[in-house]
């Protein structure tokens, strides 16, 4: 049937994305050496003339190879990250890197592009992470059974390189993939009306948020301090390890302050002018967004493509400030339950949040841009923050903190309820349209596969050939 033909394959391509994750530190610790294609396939004399197989090959795709021991690793890998190897086999295993070779040694054909920037900055990240596991990174060293940290850094920024572009390479296929709503119509119709998926309870929300007013004097300590950063790195200091000691954006501090991005790339709109308006090497003074202030570094300009590094400060809010906005947002709550204004017309006039006050208040749930949010799906605190209010109930003033330690108090309301319930094609254009592109998806990959496959030299060696692989590995 369809629908089960259909989960068959979105759980197959959801396992393959899972085991790409949990393979992330297979992937880490593969032999990734690029070598001839002669080498996969060419014995050796031992000493006393026995044949033998070289270092365990068992696998080429392209210029790359798949070691004997890459797949005992990968299952040492999974354990030690709490999964189960009970149901994935050597032959399941081998597909899964054989399918990631070939992505990256597509990606070199394609002319895709890692940079060294890139490179040290996942080698920042992943070398922190490891190293808060196990305490020093010697230990790290020795269990690479490297001699030293540089040789470590130098093993593992081929493997970091070669990790990038197989997921730049399943990007690139992934995001080709566009789909029409006659497309979305048809796959509809096509689900039996007895196997259409069941969605569960649902809601629509609202907020009101009001941000405590930063005096002038304050905005313009922060101002000073990055002036007085920019100034140290102009005279010779790291700006990547300023950011690290110093920005408050814990998406990009541990990396040294590193972002890619385009025009298109969904930053603020402040910031990408700022970005976009400096050259290589040249450092911008600081400036203001709603998240703070921030200065701006560029490392390289590849087309429409920057590469940078920022500090980002937010001044601090003081006790007088948070008192004034709670008085400031419980006057509009009273005003509100007083029926002297509805919720979604204090949202458009009195709301500080730009990205939800145009449409009053309606939250975009970020995982599907829908304005429903799923219960069972739900962030935590968000959860917790409507869960016991009733429909049009208004909340209490809420003192909110993000992750960059921003405070706001905000108001919040339940605008709509859905019971769990079939899928409708009206109701719920925006979760069939995510399955039909999902499997449009799987089939643009598959179709990919079977043409890179052909034109590829692969050679798999030995017992491995018995495998029943998913793909045509054996070019049968």
């Known amino acids: ?76 890998e999974i354990t030690a990250q709490g999964g189960s190897v009970k149901d994935i086999s050597r032959c399941q295993m081998l597909g899964k890197l054989l399918e990631d070779k070939l992505y990256a040694h597509q990606a070199i054909q394609d002319s895709i592009i890692v940079s060294d920037a890139e490179v040290r900055s996942m080698m920042e990240e992943r070398l922190n992470y490891m190293t808060q596991q196990v305490g020093d990174i010697n230990k790290v060293v020795a269990y690479y059974k490297k001699n030293s940290v540089e040789e470590f850094k130098t093993y593992f920024a081929d493997i970091l390189k070669e990790q990038k572009l197989a997921s730049e390479m399943q990007k690139k296929i992934v995001d080709a993939v566009e789909i029409t709503p006659e497309e979305v119509r048809n796959f509809f119709k096509k689900i039996p009306k007895e196997e259409l998926p069941t969605f569960g309870a649902e809601m629509e929300v609202a907020q009101i948020v009001v941000e405590p007013k930063v005096s002038a004097e304050d905005k313009q300590k922060v101002k000073d301090r990055l002036s007085a950063i920019r100034k140290d790195v102009l005279e010779g200091s790291s700006f990547a390890t300023k950011a690290v000691l110093y920005s408050q954006d814990p998406g990009s501090s541990p990396n040294g302050g590193y972002y890619k991005m385009t025009r298109k790339t969904p930053f603020v709109k402040e910031f990408k002018d700022v970005a976009f308006s400096l050259q290589e090497g040249e450092i911008s003074e600081p400036f203001e967004t709603n998240f703070g202030f921030h200065i701006i570094m560029v490392d390289k300009i590849k087309g429409q493509e920057v590469e940078l590094r920022h500090i980002l400060i937010a001044p601090v809010v003081s006790e007088t400030a948070l008192k004034d906005a709670k008085e400031r947002i419980t006057n509009i709550r009273n005003k509100i339950i007083n029926k002297e204004i509805t919720f979604a017309e204090a949202a458009r006039t009195e709301s500080d949040e730009k990205e939800t006050r145009t449409n009053g208040g309606t939250l975009v749930n970020p995982n599907t841009q829908d304005t429903r949010f799923e219960l069972t799906k739900m962030d935590p605190t968000l959860y917790s923050q409507v869960s016991n209010l009733k429909d049009n109930e208004i909340s209490q003033p809420l003192l909110n903190t993000d992750e960059k330690g921003k405070k706001t108090y905000k108001l919040i309301t339940v605008t709509n309820r859905i019971e769990s319930h079939t899928a409708d094609y009206g109701k719920d254009y925006t979760k069939i349209k995510e399955l039909a592109l999902k499997e449009k998806q799987i089939n643009a990959i598959a179709k990919w596969f079977d043409t890179k496959i052909k034109d590829t030299y692969i050679k798999v060696i030995g017992e491995y050939r018995d495998c029943a692989f998913t793909n045509n590995w054996l070019k049968k």
Do not use: H, W
């Not at 959801?14 to 060419?42: H, W, Y």
């Not at 033998?52 to 299952?75: C, E, P, R, W």
């Open 1 to 76: 049937m369809l629908l089960k033909k259909l989960q068959l394959k979105t759980i197959d391509y959801r396992l393959g994305l899972t085991m790409c994750f949990l393979l992330f530190f297979n992937s880490l610790i593969s032999a990734q050496e690029i070598i001839p294609d002669v080498v996969a396939e060419k014995p050796v004399e031992a000493p006393s003339g026995q044949r033998q197989k070289i270092d365990g090959i068992i696998a080429t795709v392209g210029d790359y190879i798949v070691l004997d021991s890459d797949i005992d690793k990968g299952f040492l």
